[in-house]
């Protein structure tokens, strides 16, 4: 009865006024928001994350097939790489290693092993990626497209059976070599303004006539598009003479086209910051296919953006984040080896504080970033399609390749910024916008869907709600809204109480799971900022309504404190999975300290740009009141993490495991010797130091060194001269000039 009286009496006008100040959602909208799964996303939204769920995820793990094709075939690739030689001499992979790859089916890695595929591990996918990426770009870029947003995926989720069992074997053994177009010049993240078309109409294929498609297209910036034999095509599809149906429009749908037809051209090749990897445009006129070219067949028409979203979200959470996780981690490695071995002042560099600054930046991403990446792997491996948190990971972890990257190259100084067959930091560089842009540009995922789309996906009632409100039948439109918008306002009174005791309390009693002292006061603390999100969320969505989508920075900020709650967690979650090893706390604090403060000020940021200012100022005094009070890691713990790079140690090995150093030629395998020589025999550096000599010969005459010392000192200084070299050319080779 009274439920019955409220839902007439409250609800009901309730709902005509949120219909009317609610702005419609569109077709494309709606896939987006419905695409994919929610997971530990959705534990923050409630601002009450129950811990237990987390820590008792199985951690992803290689299986002994998969650990053995690292162990093979990928070794034995990673060895055959020169990335001068791609980059600045062939322009291209060598054709022995195209052999290679589509001989070991490393484009195949997703594929089932009924189809002659690898049926990799989300996780395996990761680590192939990581390995070859810490030696080429290029070939981590040219392995990873095929098994993320491709056919493959497309034909396994939606393909009919003809389509699995005539492609996939081809994809599997290297047939067929395929890529897939999206982007258009007109419509680069937004797909519903492409007008690449197709339309319904008869036609000749193969001899005979039938009902098919007239395609038009124009694509760019398609990877592995000007050697692709089959192409994957996104666009928009009408029916204007009705040969299949009564509607006209049909929406955006996906087919599969072989590139020998008539009618397309592509092979031409972009450049994308001088890394070699093929990319490309593509065109039709009037290429003619039969309607069981589109991928799922005729009923599939008009799913395309559907069918792109689902695919989307677990190749985003692995290809751009493994790469990102590989590129920090090589550059903790081999910048905290060079500032060991080069000396000024006769000091090695690593000991200056300034140096140490970035190298334990350096060491604490590369521990948060992998830590990042085994926990979406472990949820892509339990079955779910993480369209919010591949979000997070494709966006921040390139971000935080970026400044990774940045911090060596600084740190290298001369030694990176010369370019040649030495220089192991250039093309990592160049690279660093293309992981920023691709997959969707970082500003539009930052800005628009990470929280956009996580907070209708992840938050408990937000979505039923929205729902509901699309819902024609009004008798059901009216039970559902009021079971979710009273459901919606009991959570918001529990969030506000939450985050004011939390707040106000420091988290001091909320639930912790069992750990250390230390770490329970970081679970504490991550309770808190869960439940002050939460809260701020639902003011954000109560003062602004449907205008939230359109108040970029502010939906961008607290995006932010989204990814910092799923980094950290991650994090913590690592530090169980490695066996709560006590030397890896110095990288989790570090981490934690860095991420408070990014959320303390991110909050303080939202509450000074929040339009409604009587709400901003109760948000405040709610979560936090005396605005934001942590301040970054200390000096001493910057310190620390970064004494953990500077010397040989099974710790440092763990932080940058799965690398690639090359064979014992290559400029990585030299720093890494010079690195262990001066580790070595840094005692008797010391021993020089003290008797003011800085002469081997000179500590001969005086006896300060034996004859064994000296020589080993000799080759320490041949080591570490061999790595502070830098190239040079004939200026004849350089303009194209040759000599008479």
């Given at each position: 009865m009274l439920t019955t009286l409220r839902r007439h009496l409250l609800t009901r006008p309730i709902l005509k006024r949120m219909r009317k100040?609610?702005?419609?959602?569109?077709?494309?909208?709606?896939?987006?928001?419905?695409?994919?799964?929610?997971?530990?996303?959705?534990?923050?939204?409630?601002?009450?994350?129950?811990?237990?769920?987390?820590?008792?995820?199985?951690?992803?793990?290689?299986?002994?097939?998969?650990?053995?094709?690292?162990?093979?075939?990928?070794?034995?690739?990673?060895?055959?790489?020169?990335?001068?030689?791609?980059?600045?001499?062939?322009?291209?992979?060598?054709?022995?290693?195209?052999?290679?790859?589509?001989?070991?089916?490393?484009?195949?890695?997703?594929?089932?092993?009924?189809?002659?595929?690898?049926?990799?591990?989300?996780?395996?996918n990761s680590q192939v990626i990581r390995k070859i990426a810490s030696r080429s770009v290029v070939a981590a870029v040219t392995v990873m497209v095929p098994n993320s947003l491709g056919p493959g995926e497309l034909l396994m989720e939606f393909g009919t059976k003809a389509q699995q069992e005539y492609w996939l074997p081809r994809l599997a053994n290297g047939t067929e070599i395929p890529c897939f177009g999206l982007t258009s010049p007109q419509a680069g993240s937004d797909a519903s303004s492409m007008d690449d078309n197709g339309i319904i109409c008869k036609g000749n294929f193969e001899g005979e006539e039938i009902i098919g498609i007239r395609l038009n297209w124009h694509k760019r910036y398609i990877t592995l598009g000007p050697v692709a034999t089959v192409l994957g095509l996104a666009f928009k599809l009408y029916d204007p003479e009705h040969l299949i149906g009564d509607q006209e429009t049909?929406?955006?749908?996906?087919?599969?086209?072989?590139?020998?037809?008539?009618?397309?051209?592509?092979?031409?090749?972009?450049?994308?910051?001088?890394?070699?990897?093929?990319?490309?445009?593509?065109?039709?006129?009037?290429?003619?296919?039969?309607?069981?070219?589109?991928?799922?067949?005729?009923?599939?028409?008009?799913?395309?953006?559907?069918?792109?979203?689902?695919?989307?979200?677990?190749?985003?959470?692995?290809?751009?984040?493994?790469?990102?996780?590989?590129?920090?981690?090589?550059?903790?490695?081999?910048?905290?080896?060079?500032?060991?071995?080069?000396q000024q002042f006769h000091i090695p560099i690593g000991k200056f504080e300034g140096v140490q600054a970035r190298l334990g930046k350096l060491a604490a991403n590369a521990y948060l970033l992998d830590a990042a990446r085994q926990l979406t792997c472990a949820g892509l491996d339990q079955g779910y399609k993480l369209a919010v948190i591949s979000a997070i990971m494709k966006a921040h972890t390139t971000y935080r390749m970026r400044d990774a990257i940045n911090d060596a190259m600084d740190v290298h100084a001369g030694k990176a910024v010369i370019d040649g067959p030495s220089n192991y930091l250039g093309n990592l560089y160049r690279a660093v916008p293309i992981g920023i842009t691709v997959e969707g540009a970082n500003i539009l995922t930052r800005n628009m869907i990470i929280f956009g789309q996580g907070a209708i996906r992840c938050h408990p009632w937000l979505l039923k709600e929205i729902l509901a409100l699309e819902e024609e039948d009004q008798k059901k439109a009216l039970t559902e809204f009021d079971q979710a918008f009273w459901g919606h306002i009991g959570h918001s009174i529990k969030t506000l109480g939450r985050a004011w005791l939390r707040s106000w309390t420091n988290g001091k009693y909320s639930p912790v799971p069992s750990a250390p002292v230390q770490l329970q006061l970081y679970y504490k603390q991550l309770n808190r900022y869960t439940a002050a999100f939460a809260l701020i969320a639902d003011f954000a969505f109560l003062t602004l309504g449907g205008t939230l989508k359109r108040k970029e920075m502010l939906s961008a900020r607290l995006g932010d404190i989204l990814s910092e709650l799923y980094f950290l967690s991650a994090v913590l979650k690592r530090w169980q999975d490695d066996g709560e090893k006590k030397e890896d706390l110095p990288l989790v604090e570090y981490c934690v300290q860095e991420s408070f403060t990014v959320i303390e000020n991110r909050l303080d940021a939202v509450f000074r740009n929040l339009p409604n200012r009587f709400m901003a100022w109760l948000a405040r005094f709610l979560t936090l009141p005396l605005g934001p009070r942590t301040y970054g890691p200390s000096d001493n713990l910057i310190k620390q993490c970064a004494e953990l790079l500077l010397a040989p140690s099974a710790q440092r090995d763990r932080l940058t495991e799965g690398l690639h150093t090359g064979d014992e030629h290559s400029t990585v395998s030299i720093l890494e010797k010079a690195f262990r020589l001066v580790d070595e025999n840094s005692s008797l550096t010391e021993k020089m130091k003290k008797a003011r000599i800085y002469s081997i010969e000179q500590a001969l005459e005086r006896n300060v060194l034996s004859n064994t010392e000296a020589e080993k000192l000799k080759t320490t200084e041949e080591a570490v001269a061999q790595v502070i070299a830098v190239d040079d050319f004939d200026a004849a080779a350089l303009t194209g000039i040759q000599k008479e």
């Open positions: 100040a609610l702005p419609g959602i569109s077709e494309t909208e709606r896939e987006a928001l419905e695409a994919g799964d929610v997971w530990w996303d959705a534990e923050l939204f409630t601002g009450n994350p129950d811990w237990s769920k987390l820590l008792n995820t199985p951690p992803a793990q290689l299986s002994q097939e998969e650990q053995a094709f690292l162990d093979g075939p990928v070794e034995e690739l990673c060895r055959m790489l020169n990335d001068w030689e791609i980059n600045w001499e062939r322009n291209d992979l060598p054709p022995e290693i195209w052999h290679f790859i589509r001989t070991h089916k490393f484009f195949a890695m997703i594929i089932p092993q009924q189809y002659g595929g690898l049926e990799f591990s989300a996780y395996a049909l929406g955006i749908t996906v087919a599969l086209i072989p590139t020998g037809l008539n009618g397309i051209n592509i092979g031409r090749r972009h450049l994308p910051c001088y890394q070699m990897f093929q990319n490309g445009p593509n065109w039709g006129k009037d290429v003619f296919i039969p309607l069981d070219f589109v991928i799922g067949g005729p009923q599939q028409i008009g799913q395309g953006w559907k069918m792109l979203m689902e695919a989307l979200a677990a190749g985003r959470g692995i290809s751009l984040p493994s790469l990102a996780a590989a590129a920090t981690a090589f550059s903790a490695r081999t910048t905290s080896a060079y500032a060991l071995i080069r």
